[in-house]
T-cell receptor, first 114, second 111 residues
Framework: DAGVIQSPRHEVTEMGQEVTLRCKPI?????LFWYRQTMMRGLELLIY????????DSGMPEDRFSAKMPNASFSTLKIQPSEPRDSAVYFC????????????FGEGSWLTVV | SQKIEQNSEALNIQEGKTATLTCNYT??????LQWYRQDPGRGPVFLLL?????KEKRKERLKVTFDTTLKQSLFHITASQPADSATYLC??????????FGTGTQLKVEL
């Protein structure tokens, strides 16, 4: 299995630009999570989906952030417009209830907004 | 409010010794508690899961205890090696499949 695949691995963008992060979960997993990691706040859950439906988006910081999951094998996290304080590592993760609630992370997308 | 506390200071130990990391939590009644390892520049990787009705779980050189009365989990690495150097994250399960991560403890195993 290829694991959770994220793209891009690194992105540097200017303030005000739109950023789109992409994720392909592990095949057969019915949960998908977006996390953000910073030195100050650690790993924060932004949103998670079950069977492509958003279940809890209470961690999404503001309206500039949006996430979609159009099908079981693809999700996007969009930031529009981006700000320097959005600079962080964004992780996508997936899980299956059959795996006992263990989640599997991608390698992350490192975002720098200048 | 709900809190997960892990030692923010790095833990430095000598190779061959046992490393013990602590996770304390408040205002949670977790069904599971998990430990993950994170290496620099990588995503967290699952190590062990322990359920609320289990006191102890082992996997090779790893051992986890879970005391729901004390609201504490201890994570032990026996016969530690430099390759064990990483950040270790304690993770609690809240409602549904929502996992909340502690801030992690950095472990450094020195020769």
């Amino acid at each position: 299995d290829a694991g959770v695949i994220q793209s891009p691995r690194h992105e540097v963008t200017e303030m005000g630009q739109e950023v789109t992060l992409r994720c392909k979960p592990i095949s057969g997993h019915d949960y998908l999570f977006w996390y953000r990691q910073t030195m100050m706040r650690g790993l924060e859950l932004l949103i998670y989906f079950n069977n492509n439906v958003p279940i809890d988006d209470s961690g999404m910081p503001e309206d500039r952030f949006s996430a979609k999951m159009p099908n079981a094998s693809f999700s996007t996290l969009k930031i529009q417009p981006s700000e320097p304080r959005d600079s962080a590592v964004y992780f996508c993760a997936s899980s299956s209830n059959r795996a006992g609630n263990t989640i599997y992370f991608g390698e992350g997308s490192w975002l720098t907004v200048v | 409010s709900q809190k997960i506390e892990q030692n923010s200071e790095a833990l430095n130990i000598q190779e061959g010794k046992t490393a013990t990391l602590t996770c304390n939590y408040t205002n949670y009644s977790p069904a599971y508690l998990q430990w993950y390892r994170q290496d620099p520049g990588r995503g967290p990787v699952f190590l062990l899961l322990i359920r609320e009705n289990e006191k102890e779980k082992r996997k090779e050189r790893l051992k986890v205890t879970f005391d729901t009365t004390l609201k504490q989990s201890l994570f032990h690495i026996t016969a530690s090696q430099p390759a064990d150097s990483a950040t270790y994250l304690c993770v609690l399960t809240g409602g549904g499949n929502k996992l909340t991560f502690g801030t992690g403890t950095q472990l450094k195993v020195e020769l």
